[in-house]
């Protein structure tokens, strides 16, 4: 049952991050279809036959933030080794400037946008390659993270 909800999964090594007080740390990906997948992902995490590895991996773990994001545009599981998260100007629609900023970028994989406000991450990331450029227009903000893949099923 639970290999039908996980459509895959990815770990990476980021950058200096805002929300990691500027130190580096992990960030791991899973792909779902669909947000009702996430309960049995969660449970099956925690069940008593796995619970002693999840102890053990929480122990290590000084913060831990998440968000849920959802494919907008271009590969729909990236493995880029760049991010760039963006924050829009509030009161403008989104749609006709990212399509913009996608459509005049270099190193472009995929795009991703947060769904409500569940953590510290911008509205929007960009995932690329090495080479990822944005160019984006006035009252946009941006932050670059560097990613390096760790494992990815």
Request: net charge neutral; glycine share 8%; with cysteine.
């Amino acid at each position: 049952m639970l290999s039908t909800r996980l459509v895959s999964c990815a770990t990476y090594e980021i950058s200096e991050v805002p929300w990691l007080n500027r130190r580096q740390g992990y960030e791991d990906w899973y792909f779902v279809r669909s947000c009702a997948d996430l309960d049995a992902l969660n449970e099956a995490a925690v069940k008593p036959s796995r619970w002693d590895v999840h102890a053990g991996i929480a122990t290590k773990m000084e913060i831990g933030v998440g968000g849920l994001y959802q494919y907008l545009h271009g590969d729909e599981q990236p493995s880029g080794d760049r991010a760039i998260w963006l924050t829009r100007p509030r009161g403008i629609r989104y749609q006709p400037v990212l399509e913009e900023i996608i459509a005049c970028s270099t190193g472009f994989l995929s795009c991703w946008r947060r769904q409500m406000v569940l953590g510290p991450g911008d509205e929007f990331v960009i995932i690329g390659t090495s080479s990822l450029a944005l160019t984006v227009p006035t009252g946009w903000r941006t932050r670059t993270v560097e990613r390096a893949a760790l494992a990815q099923l």
